[in-house]
């Protein structure tokens, strides 16, 4: 039998440190600038509608908030990738990501379930094999 421990998104108590620890991991600059806070908040933002929305579902509503969960947690997931991964140093870049967050963000999402990424680990779609 499979068991999976699961954490989500709205979980991670400080984004800012785990932000911090992937870059570390990957042998990065750990350092967050004004551009990493903004958009840290955005995912603070997006994890605190989940956790809002997770508290409204019902049978009747069930199907429309969990499509809006998956696109929530599909624009953390991109979201946190692109902070662990790249450097923002203007607000053009800042734009940029967030207009690719807004366009590509889902089919970000489960193309990367085929990969093997720690941000699959919070995930609310589960895709591991035992």
């Known amino acids: 039998?499979?068991?999976?421990?699961?954490?989500?998104?709205?979980?991670?108590?400080?984004?800012?440190?785990?932000?911090?620890?992937?870059r570390k991991k990957q042998g990065n600059s750990a350092k967050l600038n004004t551009h990493d806070y903004f958009l840290i908040d955005i995912v603070k933002q997006l994890s605190e509608q989940q956790k809002e929305l997770i508290q409204l579902i019902n049978s009747k509503n069930f199907k429309t908030i969990l499509r809006s969960l998956i696109e929530m947690d599909a624009k953390i997931s991109d979201y946190l990738f692109f902070l662990i991964n790249c450097r923002f140093e203007n607000d053009k870049e800042v734009k940029d990501c967030i207009e690719s967050v807004e366009k590509d963000g889902l089919?970000?999402?489960?193309?990367?379930?085929?990969?093997?990424?720690?941000?699959?680990?919070?995930?609310l779609i589960v895709h591991k094999f035992c």
């Not at 089919?107 to 995930?123: E, I």
């Open 1 to 22: 039998m499979c068991v999976i421990s699961k954490e989500y998104f709205f979980e991670i108590s400080d984004i800012a440190a785990f932000i911090e620890v992937e």
């Open 107 to 123: 089919d970000d999402y489960y193309c990367g379930l085929n990969y093997n990424d720690s941000l699959n680990d919070f995930k």
